[in-house]
């Protein structure tokens, strides 16, 4: 049974096909499209080369492609000698063309079996949940000769070395609680931005308890703001204000 194999190949027939592509349900070649939908806005250069066995016979043909007039020759798409390259606002996006290779041959197998899908684009990867909001005491990173991590001080420290790495560690304390805190505002970036009149709220602070000597630290400055607030002069303003 003779078949009738194409003698040329226009560049035309490929951009035909290309184009239509624009459309999952090819309406846009029937009437008249809004080329504001576009998926692919314009092809800038097109160009097709002929290899037969391998080896090239014809290099980068604008208009037309003359096929190999052959018996044991059949043409066919090469995608190893392919490239495409793809543009977005006039620069090139980069993509997995492993990826697209498996995208083909699947829409061929769906072909095949008679169902072929109208989904194009390659699947969106799945994304990956990182707790950004987690916090490290940075305490916990210097080195132990510090005394000012989680294995503190040995029993025979002195006073004097205890209240150093106390002092240290009261030193880091506001340095620990604004790096938390932006970790924190970090994890609730999506909250941050949400239009939800449910959030009240655009800062969200992260309490920092499990620091050596938290407790210790936290209420020295609660007995030192306690003390100020005792010390203040009382005044008239004050008395109206409340404070």
């Avoid at 035909?16 to 008249?32: K, T």
């Avoid at 498996?102 to 684009?121: A, H, I, M, Y």
């Avoid at 959030?199 to 938290?214: E, G, S, V």
Wanted: neutral net charge; hydrophobic residues 40%; proline residues 6%.
């Amino acid at each position: 049974m003779a078949t009738n194999l194409p003698e040329r190949l226009f560049t035309s027939d490929i951009l035909r096909i290309i184009l239509r592509h624009r459309n999952a349900g090819n309406e846009d070649v029937n009437i008249r499209e809004n080329v504001n939908d576009r998926r692919i806005v314009s092809v800038r250069n097109l160009g097709m080369s002929l290899y037969i066995d391998n080896r090239i016979v014809t290099d980068s043909a604008r208009d037309t492609l003359c096929l190999a007039n052959s018996q044991q020759h059949i043409p066919h798409l090469s995608y190893s000698k392919s490239r495409i390259t793809l543009f977005r606002n006039g620069l090139p996006v980069p993509y997995d063309w492993q990826q697209v290779l498996l995208r083909v041959e699947q829409l061929k197998d769906e072909w095949l079996n008679g169902s072929p899908g109208f989904g194009d684009d390659l699947a969106l990867p799945a994304a990956e949940s990182i707790p950004v909001s987690d916090y490290y005491p940075i305490q916990e990173d210097l080195p132990l000769v510090y005394g000012v991590g989680s294995a503190g001080l040995p029993d025979s420290a002195s006073v004097a070395r205890r209240a150093q790495a106390l002092q240290l560690q009261g030193y880091m304390l506001f340095f620990e609680q604004l790096t938390a805190g932006l970790a924190s505002q970090l994890g609730n970036l999506n909250s941050f931005f949400s239009a939800d009149p449910d959030i009240d709220r655009t800062i969200f602070n992260q309490p920092l308890p499990q620091l050596p000597q938290a407790s210790l630290l936290l209420g020295m400055v609660i007995r030192a703001l306690y003390k100020r607030r005792q010390n203040r002069p009382f005044s008239s303003s004050n008395a109206e204000t409340g404070c």
